[in-house]
């Protein structure tokens, strides 16, 4: 059977893509590449590194043959995409990632890897993409480990604000709009991924982990987080709503040598402005800073929203919403595969969102 994603996202240049890292050859990144460079012609191609996690990061080495525009591809690039045994279970959240770098990013101001190719390949399935190789220009990698200081998150938000306020309540993000295969955080595959987790003995099995351990038990009530979801979607059907990166935990950001922020592993939906920030900020602030910082760092996004031109909620429309997105961030990191990120990591971040739920009040709970 032929799969078929829970959202079309079908573009020309879709073709047969490699099943194996051994399929990766000279000729089919000539065939990837051709679509936006023609006449190009890749002379050889090597594989430098494997990296294995969420995808396969491979840095492949290329030697290009004269033509037109050869010094406008570089001698290394990242092939990035689903080579790994979880693929199958994966490939809308794989599908999603091209999504972005072929029909989002174009069309907004984010600071991202730039795609030489992304595409999909229907019938295994296979999502595949080429892009820029960040290491040539010396960027940091954030590392979920090391949290982030005052000044890096109020600039990576004031990032976000720019990209929020272009496509918020946009008709570009509505059928018939350059964004249309945006899909709701609460709609299609989205949906059925989150149901999964929400069912009762599959979030309790996580509770056993140690990143259950290390919170508190008041956190470990399923249907307390049934309700959560049923208040997310709410929110998503009547507040203000924009395009969102998805995914903006340190471990999916980067900064240039000048310090300014960057994003990629993006996993783009239409949703709240709230399930970003929240997201953002308690993934990125060290539990002992994030109390002096929190409501500052909203406040300073929000402005930022006013800067570009948007009518932002007052403070504290925006507190109630942002509380909200914690509880979303809290379910992220406790339900999180250790596939994806280590358990040691789920355990930081778990802990992170807990204890602002715990400081704050549990919305949902009584």
Not at 188 to 216: C, I, K, Q
Not at 288 to 314: C, F, Q
Request: aromatic share 12%; glycine share 8%.
């Amino acid at each position: 059977m032929k799969f078929r994603p829970a959202y079309p996202c079908p573009k020309p240049g879709d073709m047969a893509l490699p099943s194996t890292i051994e399929d990766i050859s000279a000729a089919w990144v000539t065939k990837a590449l051709s679509l936006k460079y023609p006449g190009v012609v890749v002379a050889g191609c090597r594989i430098i590194k494997v990296i294995h996690g969420t995808t396969t990061k491979i840095r492949l080495g290329l030697s290009y043959k004269d033509f037109g525009g050869s010094d406008t591809l570089p001698p290394t690039m990242i092939l990035k995409g689903g080579f790994e045994a979880h693929r199958v279970p994966a490939r809308d959240m794989y599908v999603n990632e091209v999504l972005f770098y072929r029909d989002v990013a174009p069309n907004i101001t984010i600071n991202a890897p730039k795609a030489y190719y992304a595409g999909v390949d229907w019938d295994q399935p296979q999502s595949l993409i080429l892009m820029e190789d960040l290491e040539v220009k010396h960027v940091t990698f954030c590392h979920p480990l090391f949290p982030h200081k005052y000044a890096q998150v109020s600039r990576r938000l004031e990032a976000m604000a720019v990209y929020h306020s272009q496509t918020w309540n946009s008709p570009e993000l509505k059928a018939g709009g350059k964004m249309e295969d945006v899909l709701g955080r609460f709609e299609g595959w989205f949906n059925v991924w989150h149901g999964t987790y929400l069912d009762p003995a599959t979030y309790m099995s996580y509770t056993r982990e140690p990143r259950g351990a290390a919170v508190s038990m008041r956190l470990h009530d399923p249907h307390w987080m049934g309700r959560v979801f049923e208040k997310l979607r709410e929110i998503q059907d009547t507040q203000d709503v924009c395009l969102i990166h998805g995914d903006t935990h340190l471990g999916n950001l980067y900064e240039e040598v000048d310090g300014t922020p960057g994003f990629f592993d993006a996993q783009v939906s239409r949703a709240s402005w709230s399930l970003e920030v929240a997201y953002h900020i308690i993934a990125a602030l060290d539990v002992a800073d994030r109390p002096k910082y929190e409501k500052a760092l909203l406040a300073h996004y929000l402005s930022s929203l006013r800067t570009n031109g948007v009518n932002a909620p007052s403070f504290p429309e925006a507190w109630e919403l942002y509380l909200w997105g914690a509880a979303y961030g809290f379910f992220i990191f406790l339900i999180n595969e250790t596939a994806f990120q280590t358990e040691a990591v789920n355990t930081a971040y778990s802990v992170r969102f807990a204890s602002a739920l715990l400081e704050h009040g549990i919305p949902g709970q009584s």
